[in-house]
């Protein structure tokens, strides 16, 4: 018998979460143990939430709450198996004919979390002799489904539509089928994409073209309906992908597309087949937000509202935004050691953000995350400007011209940005 190496050797030796703990920075896992959405409470201190996808705030609307516990006394906790045996509620199909008409699709189809979607999408679509083209911030889970995939994927540089037409020039006529992917909304740079170029090019160069609208859902559009409808591009995206982990205050996603394709989808994507559906209440709150989102339109205005209120203010106190014009307003900080002792600092004066740092963005660019609700109050927004600020200057990112312009040097380079 082979005494070859040990499989747990990597895990022994892996160090840099250890490390990050033993200098007291480690900034993940924080145990929330109350909140109210906007506040939450970690280690007994309350905190403004500025680092979380409730961009509508509705996840502690009470009419939202009410539904998901309406569905619990009516179908129970769990639906203890999968939609295709035994898991399927006419909630789950109720709520598949009300998504496919928001985003403008003859049909769309639930699985139990945006992951699987896109997993279980471009797995079952993306054949041996197919190709996906696939902008390099997508989502880990689009990465994900490409790595599932049998077909080849080919990146192209984020957002850049000429690299894009020179990677198809170089490619295309070698595949049979081919998708175009990206995000509607980067969920790290919020970054909007660049759709009409993008749908220009998948019609000269034959190729689908899939929208993951993770973070634009309930954020681009006049209602909400995500980022083909921003541009006026319904007709011109094939596959509309959405999560309800973020304006939709549940658990679950979605593809919307021509009901053939859907069908096919329905039968073929394993995560769709193979795992347990969405939860009643997860399907009820889903719901619930979908007739928020169609009937009030508020919360969109005040969540636009807080945006431009934070990304004004950010800006002129001297942060690198990466010129957002998203509720994701990253703020640029450069060095990963800086970007966890800040969130940490802010964790201690009361405002939670997420650091973000490689592989997530690259190398020496570590970003805090900041992202706003339609639910926020002005004094929230300014509690966590007065302490960003300060918490700038402390660490040098405010203030300092030489910084700045390093900085700027970063989001040019990095993200194609011009200060
Ligand atoms: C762009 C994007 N796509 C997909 C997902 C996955 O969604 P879910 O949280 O529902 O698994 C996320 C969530 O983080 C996301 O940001």
Same mark, same amino acid.
């Not at 939450?40 to 905190?47: D, I, L």
């Not at 990677?167 to 909304?185: C, F, H, P, Q, T």
């Not at 990253?330 to 939670?352: H, R, W």
């Given at each position: 018998?082979? !005494? &070859?190496?040990?499989?747990?050797?990597?895990?022994?030796?892996?160090?840099?979460?250890?490390?990050?703990?033993?200098?007291?920075?480690?900034?993940?896992?924080?145990a929330?143990?109350?909140?109210?959405?906007? !506040?939450? =409470?970690?280690?007994?201190?309350?905190?403004?939430?500025?680092?979380?996808?409730?961009?509508?705030?509705?996840?502690?609307?009470?009419? =939202?709450?009410?539904?998901?516990?309406?569905?619990?006394?009516?179908?129970?906790?769990?639906?203890? &198996?999968?939609?295709?045996?035994?898991?399927?509620?006419?909630?789950?199909?109720?709520?598949?004919?009300?998504?496919?008409?928001?985003?403008?699709?003859?049909?769309?189809?639930?699985?139990?979390?945006?992951?699987?979607?896109?997993?279980?999408?471009?797995?079952?679509?993306? +054949?041996?002799?197919?190709?996906? /083209?696939?902008?390099?911030?997508?989502?880990?889970?689009?990465?994900? &489904?490409?790595?599932?995939?049998?077909?080849?994927?080919?990146?192209?540089?984020?957002?850049?539509?000429?690299?894009?037409?020179?990677?198809?020039?170089n490619?295309?006529?070698?595949?049979?089928?081919?998708?175009?992917?990206?995000?509607?909304?980067?969920?790290?740079?919020?970054?909007?994409?660049?759709?009409?170029?993008?749908?220009?090019l998948? %019609?000269?160069?034959?190729?689908?073209? /899939?929208?993951?609208?993770?973070?634009?859902?309930?954020?681009?559009?006049?209602?909400?309906?995500?980022?083909?409808?921003?541009?006026?591009?319904?007709?011109?995206?094939?596959l =509309?992908?959405?999560?309800?982990?973020?304006?939709?205050?549940?658990? &679950?996603?979605?593809?919307?597309? %021509?009901?053939?394709?859907?069908?096919?989808?329905?039968?073929?994507?394993?995560?769709?087949?193979?795992s347990?559906?969405?939860?009643?209440?997860?399907?009820?709150?889903?719901? %619930?937000?979908?007739?928020?989102?169609?009937?009030?339109?508020?919360?969109?205005?005040?969540?636009?509202?807080?945006?431009?209120?934070?990304?004004?203010?950010?800006?002129?106190?001297?942060?690198n935004?990466l010129?957002?014009?998203?509720?994701?307003?990253?703020?640029?900080? +450069?060095?990963?050691?800086?970007?966890?002792?800040?969130?940490?600092?802010?964790?201690?004066?009361?405002?939670?953000?997420?650091?973000?740092?490689?592989?997530?963005?690259?190398?020496?660019?570590?970003?805090?995350?900041?992202?706003?609700?339609?639910?926020?109050?002005?004094?929230?927004?300014?509690?966590?400007? %007065?302490?960003?600020?300060?918490?700038?200057?402390?660490?040098?990112?405010? +203030?300092?011209?030489?910084?700045?312009?390093k900085?700027?040097?970063?989001?040019?380079?990095?993200?194609?940005?011009?200060?």
């Amino acid at each position: 018998m082979s !005494n &070859g190496g040990d499989l747990f050797a990597k895990a022994y030796k892996y160090e840099d979460a250890k490390k990050l703990q033993a200098m007291g920075l480690y900034p993940y896992f924080r145990a929330i143990t109350a909140s109210t959405g906007n !506040n939450v =409470v970690t280690a007994g201190k309350r905190q403004v939430m500025i680092g979380s996808n409730n961009y509508l705030g509705l996840t502690h609307d009470l009419r =939202v709450m009410e539904a998901a516990r309406d569905a619990i006394t009516k179908y129970g906790t769990g639906c203890t &198996g999968s939609r295709f045996l035994n898991g399927n509620l006419d909630l789950h199909e109720e709520l598949e004919r009300r998504l496919a008409r928001f985003v403008g699709k003859e049909a769309a189809l639930c699985f139990s979390t945006g992951f699987f979607v896109n997993q279980g999408t471009l797995g079952a679509l993306i +054949g041996r002799s197919d190709v996906i /083209y696939s902008d390099r911030e997508n989502h880990a889970s689009i990465v994900e &489904g490409t790595q599932v995939a049998l077909g080849d994927t080919i990146r192209f540089r984020h957002n850049d539509m000429e690299d894009l037409e020179r990677v198809l020039k170089n490619s295309r006529e070698k595949y049979e089928g081919a998708m175009i992917v990206a995000d509607g909304v980067f969920s790290m740079s919020g970054d909007i994409l660049n759709l009409p170029p993008l749908v220009e090019l998948a %019609k000269k160069y034959g190729c689908k073209v /899939y929208v993951d609208d993770a973070h634009a859902l309930g954020v681009l559009g006049p209602k909400g309906e995500g980022t083909a409808q921003h541009f006026s591009l319904v007709n011109d995206v094939d596959l =509309v992908m959405g999560t309800f982990s973020k304006s939709f205050a549940s658990i &679950g996603g979605f593809i919307a597309g %021509k009901a053939d394709v859907v069908h096919y989808i329905k039968h073929k994507a394993r995560p769709f087949m193979f795992s347990a559906a969405m939860s009643p209440a997860s399907a009820a709150t889903a719901l %619930k937000c979908l007739d928020i989102m169609e009937t009030e339109t508020q919360h969109l205005e005040s969540l636009r509202k807080n945006a431009k209120y934070m990304s004004d203010n950010l800006k002129s106190m001297g942060f690198n935004t990466l010129n957002s014009r998203t509720p994701v307003i990253p703020l640029l900080i +450069g060095d990963d050691v800086a970007a966890f002792a800040m969130t940490q600092k802010l964790c201690e004066e009361g405002v939670f953000v997420t650091p973000v740092v490689r592989p997530a963005v690259p190398e020496g660019c570590a970003l805090l995350r900041t992202s706003y609700m339609a639910s926020h109050t002005k004094e929230d927004l300014d509690y966590a400007l %007065k302490h960003l600020e300060k918490i700038g200057k402390e660490f040098g990112v405010l +203030g300092n011209a030489e910084t700045t312009e390093k900085l700027n040097k970063l989001a040019l380079q990095n993200f194609g940005v011009h200060a």
